[in-house]
């Protein structure tokens, strides 16, 4: 071959042989920021030949970015890698990060002492790919509580894997949760997903919140190369004020049954309110909750019934028993901490809840809110439901024997109370007013 030069520099410029031994895709498009890939085809004989690819309209003074050493190695320069595959004689140029400036054309080359046979490749990068995801930039949710955050992307990516990734570089950041690529909601930990994918939205939802949860978040999708990302600050502010009042205490007979009235703001109505147990309001266990109506709901030995109008949930629970005992807490749902208000559940024995465990009606409960203590600020009402006793002993006890006794007590009371506080003294107690 050194001996014909002259001959050879005649016949290449043209030669369609030369243009057979290397073939690649004639054109490739990758987004803004994203990357592209590129394979080229060589034939047999040339697998220990240097490759290469190279920038510019014309071959002959194109700038070479990245060459292969002639063995499968990949070779990387700045954001363009270039590795060959030597069994199924396919080389391949990535480019990363695109920009725009990128756009021209290439080639796919391969070094030989004369007249390297190549490819042109014409590259373009797509407009518009930069928004292909946007998110709020920021969100805020209370400690305890929810947030929600909203992704959108461009249309072309409903089928793509959506994910939630945490960390301040998006490339090294945690996926905390993701999508399967269809509209199932995804769940891990506090953690939620679910795409939309008719309204190319896909939304996260931390809950309960931690403030070591404030951090900087990404939301992105998953392809080939780049992965476009919008980055998301979260930050966790305080819980919120009550917005909810219980009594405070509460207290029932053993086998007897015990009602809990929880107020609570205007504004709340709709929201669903819930009875929940445990010390720690973040972790206590929700035993029963309203769907959001008025409907009553029924769980085991425990009944919640909301009343929109007067803004107050009643909690029943029923044959009660000393394991009862605990601390419980009226809550409300809603986006942000639930606002929750605590009650201490005490349970008597059944032969001594005369004096404690009388059927007061709510209108009568000033004799008794003066009897609990400090905790009692909030309204208090404590009037085992009737429907449950029927079908007890203690019932007919009661009728019969508590209930003169303390209707006498009562009378008496009243007597005393109407004398002591004159024309008001019959009203609704103070703490009713709050
Ligand atoms: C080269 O391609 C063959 C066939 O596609 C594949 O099995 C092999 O893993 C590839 N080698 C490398 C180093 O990627
Ligand atoms: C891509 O661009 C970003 C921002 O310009 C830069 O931080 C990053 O290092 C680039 N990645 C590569 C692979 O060059």
Known sequence: MLLLPPLLLFIIPGSSDLSAVITGPGEVSGPERGSLTVQCRYDPGWETYLKYWCRGAEFRICRILVGTTGSELEVKEDRVSIRDNQTSRVFTVTMENLTREDADTYWCGIERIVADPNVQVKVTVGPGSAAVITGPREARGPERGWLTVWCHYDPGREPYVKYWCRGADFRNCTVLVRTTGSELEVKEDRVSIRDNQTTHTFTVTMEKLRREDADAYWCGIERTGADPGAPVKVTVGPGSPAVITGPGEARGPEQGSMTVQCRYDPGWETHVKYWCRGADFRICRILVRTTGSEQEVKKDHLSIRDNQTSRMFTVTMEK???????????????????????????????????????????????????????????????????????????????????????????????????????????????????
């Not at 809550?331 to 059944?350: L, M, N, Q, S, W």
């Not at 400090?374 to 019932?395: D, K």
């Not at 009371?413 to 609704?428: D, E, F, H, I, K």
Request: glycine letters at 8%.
């Open 320 to 434: 009660l028993r000393r394991e009862d005992a605990d601390t419980y807490w009226c809550g409300i749902e809603r986006t942000g901490a639930d606002p929750g208000a605590p009650v201490k559940v005490a349970v008597g024995p059944a032969t001594t809840t005369v004096s404690t465990t009388i059927p007061t009606p709510t209108t009568f409960t000033a004799p008794v809110a003066t009897e609990v203590p400090t905790s009692s600020r909030n309204m208090s009402s404590l009037h085992p439901e009737g429907r449950s006793l029927l079908s007890s002993v203690h019932f007919l006890l009661l009728v019969f024997l508590k209930l003169p006794v303390f209707l006498s007590m009562l009378g008496a009371v009243l007597w005393v109370n109407r004398s002591q506080r004159g024309p008001a003294g019959g009203g609704p107690p103070r703490s009713e007013n709050q």
